[in-house]
């Protein structure tokens, strides 16, 4: 009778340590992110200058958070274009990304106004529209369902060819077969403007289809065309800059609002310093990639000739004012306008 107590009082207290365990285990804060890490895709390559400052980027914000915020990459474009990463961001497949404008574009249209050709004629110019604005598209972004954490630039977009390009007739020969994004507004209404036919194809596939003759020409930014490895497929390089390449980094509002208010003052400031020091490397990258791609690719540069510039502002006037209504308003347009006259 003895031993079947004492067998009792045991079975007792060992129900008793394993609800308190239990209960004690149910009672810790749990962080989702730290068992759900944040899914981030970009076209941007393994190694890249872009790849390398989101994994720092990552390493700082999950040592500030003592490990509760992790990220998952996906590089390459292996989640598939821009606009096939929005729509899996949509379904919570994804929580964040980098962007060129196409994306962003995406979300909120307007912002492929900074893709105009010929709009921002310097780095300088661009930089003091875009932070002038930066609190309203953190707005319209917050509005759309994403939260930014920096915007920067891919840098200037050059002509790459086969045949040197030093007019709008040289563009308009049947030998030149000039790439343009499937998704791109702005460009294909330019090309038609300027009677330039084009071969749209998605980022993904640009690479295949210059090796398969598709595609022999296109215009991009040059670390662009050396990150991507489209580079050795060119002869030529034209001087003129066509438009400036914008983007940005952004997560959903539904997954920042996992985080606690702590966590999310981290991935902001991270996100916003990190940008900004991508957007000096991109910059001197570019620079980097013009001398590396004459000096060791042999590809020539080629003027583009100043009658011809002329008329090339005109067609890059008349697709500004032909997308008012279409992708912007006319407000928006005048407003960038009348930021580019003030700007000292």
Not at 11 to 33: E, I
Not at 63 to 80: E, H, L, S, V
Not at 149 to 161: A, E, H, K, T, V
Not at 307 to 333: K, M, P, R
């Amino acid at each position: 009778m003895r031993n079947r107590t004492e067998c009792c009082k045991l079975h007792y207290t060992t129900l008793v340590c394993v609800v308190f365990v239990v209960v004690g285990m149910l009672s810790l804060p749990v962080s989702v992110s730290a068992v759900d890490p944040i899914k981030f895709a970009t076209l941007a390559p393994k190694g890249s200058t872009w790849m390398n400052s989101f994994e720092a980027m990552a390493k700082d914000i999950r040592t500030k958070t003592d490990g509760d915020i992790r990220f998952r990459f996906y590089a390459n474009g292996i989640q598939g274009d821009e606009i096939d990463v929005i729509r899996k961001m949509r379904a919570g497949l994804l929580h964040a990304g980098a962007m060129t404008a196409t994306g962003l574009g995406e979300i909120n249209e307007e912002v492929l106004i900074f893709q105009l050709p010929r709009m921002f004629k310097t780095y300088q110019e661009l930089d003091y529209v875009r932070n002038y604005l930066r609190e309203d598209l953190d707005k319209v972004f917050l509005d759309k369902g994403y939260v930014l954490l920096g915007m920067g630039d891919i840098g200037y977009y050059y002509i790459f060819s086969n045949h040197p390009i030093r007019n709008i007739a040289d563009l308009q020969s049947p030998n030149v077969k000039m790439w343009v994004r499937t998704s791109d507004k702005i460009g294909i209404e330019f090309y038609q403007r300027a009677k330039i036919a084009t071969v749209p194809r998605e980022v993904t596939q640009v690479l295949s289809s210059l090796y398969s003759g598709q595609l022999n020409a296109l215009t991009a930014s040059p670390y662009v065309t050396v990150a991507l490895q489209w580079h050795d497929r060119f002869r030529y390089m034209t001087t003129l800059p066509i438009n400036v390449g914008v983007g940005a980094t952004l997560i959903t509002k539904e997954k920042f609002d996992e985080m606690t208010p702590e966590q999310q003052k981290v991935v902001r400031d991270m996100g916003e310093e990190y940008q900004n020091k991508m957007i000096i490397e991109i910059r001197q990258d570019n620079e980097k990639a013009v001398e590396a791609l004459v000096k060791k690719a042999g590809i020539q540069q080629v003027e583009f000739e100043d009658d011809a510039l002329e008329a090339w502002d005109a067609i890059a006037v008349d697709t500004q004012n032909a997308l008012v209504g279409e992708i912007y308003s006319q407000e928006f347009l005048d407003k960038i306008n009348a930021l580019l006259r003030e700007y000292p």
